[in-house]
Nanobody, 125 residues
């Protein structure tokens, strides 16, 4: 059974940084596409970033380019989301998800097969 466990969330002031981790188990991590999503209270879950199986292709929500960076370490079965220059509007629960399909990178939550439990990120002004 595939399990994803996020960590690294917390409370930081605006302008600060956080690095989220997503540790995977129960499968062959290196063949999965990994995505990060977030969900703020009262809002739909939204795409943040996605990385290809080998890590060479990355795609971001337009408004987050330059502040957020997705990466992965297949030897450690872990993906990361580095978040810099954080703003109060980045406050949300952040989820990692994996897509077992070998098809293209996806920004659509419904295309992902397994999800973590989420980690809370709160940015104070």
């Amino acid at each position: 059974q595939v399990q994803l466990v996020e960590s690294g969330g917390g409370l930081v002031q605006a302008g600060g940084s956080l690095r989220l981790s997503c540790a995977a188990s129960g499968g062959t991590f290196s063949i999965w596409i990994v995505g990060w999503f977030r969900q703020a209270p009262g809002k739909d879950r939204e795409f943040v970033a996605v990385v290809s199986r080998g890590g060479g292709n990355r795609y971001y929500k337009d408004s987050l380019k330059g502040r957020f960076s997705i990466s992965r370490d297949n030897s450690e079965n872990t993906a990361y989301l580095q978040m810099n220059s954080l703003k109060p509007e980045d406050t949300a629960v952040y989820y990692c998800a994996v897509r077992k399909s070998i098809l293209q990178l996806s920004t659509t939550p419904q295309d992902y097969d397994y999800w973590g439990q989420g980690t809370q990120v709160t940015i104070s002004s």
